[in-house]
């Protein structure tokens, strides 16, 4: 039996437009872990299963609306960030009050693991305090790890301006961590 | 002092770390999605132009060609199955709106410039924040009397109600933002250095989704309309009555 899984997003897209269904399992595969990511960490999160699994059957709809030559990837993840975003739009409040609601640190477990689970609640409640469009940018580029490029599809936006905000919310969130000695003491770790 | 404090803060590192701590529970969707579509008809790719085209839908053709490389740099196949059946005979993308051509009226034919918002205006600056990335704006005409930037961000809008004018702009996208239905020929179009579209008469207007998905409770019926690409941002000018009055005013918008 043909290896799918060896072939390229715009095979596989081309091959699902032609009829062949199972080729889209080899998508859905691929793209599972990030669009989970996506989901639970812009808007959606203990609904990220959900959320994810709506996005898939949504973009296997608009496949005939992709345009060809164009990444995939980026393409995916704007229809999950929007799934995701409307799950919420009613809830938008909550949202702002706990991010990535349902995603939970590691459990504190030795006196180093604490110390370090602390670091990451704060970088957290930094992120989690900055504006809506900076928060999303700098969750795009160092959650999601998506490029500058990427970035911008999967928000709207320009990528002169993903750069800009990445700037502005990575000085907001050096000040608000700069307020605690913790991670002066670690800083070097 | 504080500017060696805070530089002694790697926030990217920190974002970084903090990535590698946030564990997301694992899910295996394949069988729960390929249960929902398996069922479905194959996504529809839709066909090239239809080939019973005539004089007029060749020369559109040719001439989208053109277009389609110079400014899109892509050309969009095109499908059986289509929001409004087998009627449609031609379908294409223009920077982030798709056109599609049907044989049939848009089913009302009063045309109204939807030029008043039921939403607060915004100054320039605060909805190019919004919408993320710098508005044009069309020296020839005075300052708007509105402002306004759709709920997800992706659409600002300038109306000049005395006018009855109204200038959209959006950023093109993989996937178009806006559904145009004309049963008319459009016509390509100069505007200054940037390729333009002309619509002549009523067409359908609708508002995409990311997925695809029509938003047919905001669609409406528009009147003629100056569309065009400046860049990244697609621009569309309503209410301006004839083309050349469009382009006069496209043409100073900076």
């Given at each position: 039996m043909e290896d799918l899984g060896s072939l390229g997003d715009a095979e596989l897209v081309a091959r699902v437009c032609a009829?062949?269904?199972?080729?889209y399992a080899v998508v859905v595969r691929r793209y599972t872990g990030i669009a989970l990511r996506t989901a639970a960490f812009l808007g959606?999160?203990?609904d990220a299963e959900d959320v994810a699994q709506e996005a898939f059957v949504k973009a296997y709809r608009a496949l005939g609306r992709f345009r060809p030559g164009s990444a995939f990837r980026p393409w995916l993840l704007t229809i999950v960030t929007h799934e995701a975003r409307n799950r919420h739009r009613s809830d938008r409040r909550r949202r702002d009050r706990e991010l990535l609601p349902g995603v939970d640190l590691p459990a504190a477990g030795p006196e180093e693991l604490a110390e370090v689970g602390e670091r990451r609640a704060l970088a957290r409640h930094a992120l989690a305090g900055l504006p809506d469009e900076q928060r999303d940018v700098l969750v795009c580029r160092y959650?999601?790890?998506?490029d500058e490029r990427e970035t911008a599809e999967v928000l709207g936006i320009a990528p002169g301006t993903v750069k800009s905000r990445t700037s502005r919310g990575l000085k907001r969130m050096r000040s608000a961590l700069s307020a605690h000695s913790a991670l002066e003491v670690g800083g070097g770790r | 002092m504080a500017a060696d404090r805070t530089n002694a803060i790697d926030v990217e590192r920190e974002l970084r770390l903090l990535a590698g701590s946030l564990v997301v529970p694992a899910a295996d969707l394949v069988d729960a999605v390929m249960a929902r579509v398996v069922a479905e008809p194959p996504p529809a790719r839709r066909p090239r132009?239809?080939?019973?085209?005539g004089a007029a839908g060749a020369w559109i053709r040719t001439r989208w060609r053109a277009t389609a490389l110079v400014v899109l740099g892509a050309v969009v196949a095109v499908g059986a199955a289509t929001p409004v059946g087998a009627a449609v005979a031609r379908w294409f993308t223009f920077g982030g709106v798709e056109v599609v051509h049907t044989p049939v009226p848009p089913p009302s034919t009063s045309v109204a410039v939807a030029t008043s918002s039921a939403a607060p205006g915004l100054s320039l600056s605060a909805a190019a924040g919004r919408v993320g990335f710098t508005p044009h704006v069309p020296?020839?005409?005075?300052?708007?009397?509105t402002i306004t930037v759709s709920p997800d961000d992706r659409v600002m809008s300038m109306t000049w109600s005395e006018s009855g004018l109204r200038l959209d702009q959006f950023l093109g996208r993989p996937s178009p933002l806006f559904v145009k239905k004309s049963y008319q020929d459009i016509e390509f179009v100069e505007v200054g250095d940037d390729q333009g579209l002309w619509f002549d008469g009523p067409h359908e207007l609708v508002y995409l989704d990311p997925d695809g998905s029509e938003r047919r409770e905001t669609a409406r019926t528009a009147g003629r309309t100056l569309l065009w690409i400046d860049g990244s941002v697609t621009l569309r000018l309503e209410g301006a009555g004839s083309l050349d009055r469009a382009l006069d005013i496209a043409r100073t918008v900076r």
């Open positions: 009829g062949e269904t199972a080729a959606a999160g203990a959650l999601l790890e998506l | 132009f239809a080939t019973a085209a020296a020839g005409l005075p300052a708007p009397d």
